[in-house]
Nanobody, 124 residues
Framework: QVHLQESGPGLIKPSQTLSCAAS????????VGWFRQAPGKEREFVAA????????YYVDSVKGRFTISRDNAKNTVDLQMNSLKPEDTAVYYC???????????????????WGQGTQVTVSS
């Protein structure tokens, strides 16, 4: 079992970082991703990182603005968000998936473990 806890301020400045701390059976983590859900919309993928290699994948709408990174020693994954826009307002969720055979891609992928979410509000 892997437990995920997001942290981040609610109302944020044009640039801010969200952090996800993993605990439990972290040795089995393969991918960690960030998803978001805006009011009245479906949850969408934002970015993901390969826990082992550090390779990353982003949705087009955040490429060049968001950066995902992991710290294996601290068991954390950060999402650095720059040039934030009002349309980035959403509840952001951290998700993790274990190593599977075959390993599969970072996205699309069914993530097994989820955090509770943290609200991000960007004012215009």
């Amino acid at each position: 079992q892997v437990h995920l806890q997001e942290s981040g301020p609610g109302l944020i400045k044009p640039s801010q970082t969200l952090s996800c701390a993993a605990s439990g059976r972290t040795f089995n983590i393969y991918a960690v991703g960030w998803f978001r859900q805006a009011p009245g919309k479906e949850r969408e993928f934002v970015a993901a990182v390969n826990w082992l290699s550090g390779s990353t994948y982003y949705v087009d709408s955040v490429k060049g603005r968001f950066t995902i990174s992991r710290d294996n020693a601290k068991n954390t994954v950060d999402l650095q968000m720059n040039s934030l826009k009002p349309e980035d307002t959403a509840v952001y969720y951290c998700a993790a998936d274990r190593l599977r055979i075959p390993s599969g891609s970072l996205y699309p992928r069914t993530y097994e473990y989820w955090g509770q979410g943290t609200q991000v509000t960007v004012s215009s």
